[in-house]
């Protein structure tokens, strides 16, 4: 089920991790910060969703989602920064990207989505966040992430497989789920450096197109 639609409150956050804050630069030269989303980012959270286009929309929900719901915009934006974690990305401030984790209850799994509006796509975000993702939950015990995305996304497939993460995919129904251990091994290190070196690449030469992960 699309995330989000868990029942229950959403955990009450820890203590804000400020030293996960971090600018990038993008491909077009522009620095945005990416740090920990706070439960005061509600009303910025919802003007980002409604930035969103319908197609963006579909690509993160599976379905027709133009407005979220309060519960959503709660759980959204209140995570413990340990079982469920999430970054925004964040440029004159605005909200441009959302990337999140949920741990798979009982396990060293987490499942991993993320989103960018339309106008900063192609611009290294979805790799940026995954980065970030998985340097947090490292730290958190997790060793492997998990992804659903619909099958005609191939921009967001190819965003994980050029990761330099050994991700492994299935296809079923329309979907891909994507597995792959985030231990960041000599192949994801000179991945994440050439990512790094690229960073005023112009978009058409990056993976990194329009893209947002489902999770159910």
Do not use: C
Not at 15 to 26: K, T
Not at 32 to 40: E, K, N
Not at 62 to 74: D, I, K, N, T
């Amino acid at each position: 089920m699309p995330d989000g639609s868990s029942a229950g409150p959403p955990k009450i956050s820890g203590d804000y991790p400020v030293g996960l804050e971090a600018e990038e630069r993008l491909h077009d030269d522009r620095v945005v910060l990416f740090r920990p989303i706070r439960h005061t980012d509600s009303d910025a959270m919802t003007a980002f969703h409604e930035s969103l286009s319908a197609r963006s929309v579909y690509r993160r929900f599976f379905f027709a989602h133009p407005r979220l719901s309060e519960g959503e915009v709660e759980r959204f934006t209140h995570v413990d920064y340990v079982d469920r974690m999430a970054f925004v990305v964040v440029d004159d401030g605005r909200i441009v990207g959302v990337g999140r984790y949920e741990r798979l209850k009982g396990t060293d799994e987490a499942e991993v989505a993320f989103v960018v509006t339309d106008t900063y796509q192609r611009q290294g975000i979805g790799a940026l966040l995954l980065d970030h993702l998985a340097d947090a939950g490292r730290g958190q015990g997790i060793t492997r992430f998990t992804a659903q995305t619909l099958s005609e996304n191939r921009d967001m497939i190819g965003v994980f497989l050029a990761s330099g993460f050994p991700v492994v995919t299935s296809s079923e129904g329309g979907t891909v789920t994507v597995r792959f251990p985030i231990e960041p091994t000599d192949g994801y290190v000179e991945a994440r450096e050439r990512r790094s070196s690229r960073s005023t690449l112009g978009a058409s030469e990056t993976p990194d197109g329009p893209h947002a992960t489902g999770t159910r």
